[in-house]
């Protein structure tokens, strides 16, 4: 499996981005993909997800800012508007097969990708 991510950039605050995310899923179904994002010295964060039904959660910070979807299973997105200095990371998708029930959850997720940096600069 290979997930790899395109879009990062550099933009002013209040701008927009968009990331993209296609898997060479080699048969497999995801149940669940989703974005994270990781700024340095800081702790991988989740930034949003979506399931194989369509169903979405978002981090708190990102809620009405950033959209998550999905144009079919080996393609994700993240729209990403009115970005603020905290946005910038090094942003990952991953995916998971599991269906364990948990939300915004790094760890349940078993392929990532290598990330696309998201610089925001005022």
């Known amino acids: 499996v290979v997930l790899e991510e395109s879009g990062g950039g550099s933009v002013q605050a209040g701008g927009s981005l968009n990331l993209s995310c296609v898997a060479s899923?080699?048969?497999?179904?995801?149940?669940?993909m989703g974005w994270f994002r990781q700024a340095p010295g800081m702790e991988r964060q989740a930034v949003a997800e979506i399931d194989m039904y369509g169903r979405t959660n978002y981090a708190d910070s990102v809620k009405g800012r950033f959209v998550i979807s999905q144009a079919d299973p080996d393609t994700l997105y993240l729209e990403m508007n009115s970005l603020q200095l905290a946005d910038t990371a090094t942003y990952s998708c991953a995916a998971r097969e599991s269906r364990f029930p948990v939300v915004l959850h790094p760890g349940a997720y078993t392929y990532w990708g290598q990330g696309t940096q998201v610089t925001v600069s005022s």
């Open positions: 899923r080699d048969g497999r179904t995801f149940y669940q």
